[in-house]
């Protein structure tokens, strides 16, 4: 078993900062990636940041020069640095992990996100 448990959501006013945190625990093997996803009702979770096991990133184009994703691989914790803040920003954001040789996908339970303007 896997667990995944983020922490960090809240709410923020527009042009604030917010800093999420995942921590992954329990039968870890092989973390190639996390990741960050966010979900409006409604909507499918789209990906807005990854990064992998070996720091490589990858960021949605709504986020580049605003959010910034770093991971702790000694913690098996991913965190989303969120800068300059929109209210388009405002959805529950679900930590994501990629394990083992088939890359077998584990979810958290989601923390929210509100941006007010």
């Known amino acids: 078993q896997v667990q995944l448990v983020e922490s960090g959501g809240g709410l923020v006013q527009a042009g604030g900062s917010l800093r999420l945190s995942c921590v992954a625990s329990?039968?870890?093997?092989?973390?190639?990636?996390m990741g960050w996803y966010p979900q409006v009702p409604g909507k499918q979770r789209e990906l807005t940041a990854s990064?992998?096991?070996?720091?490589?990133?990858n960021y949605a184009d709504s986020v580049k020069g605003r959010f910034t994703i770093s991971i702790d691989n000694a913690k098996n914790t991913v965190y989303l640095q969120m800068n300059s803040l929109k209210p388009a920003d405002t959805a529950v954001y679900y930590c994501?992990?990629?394990?083992?040789?088939?890359?077998?996908?584990?979810w958290g339970q989601g923390t929210q996100v509100t941006v007010s303007s």
């Open positions: 994501n992990a990629k394990m083992g040789y088939l890359n077998v996908n584990y």
């Open positions: 329990g039968s870890i093997f092989r973390l190639n990636a």
């Open positions: 990064i992998t096991s070996g720091g490589t990133t």
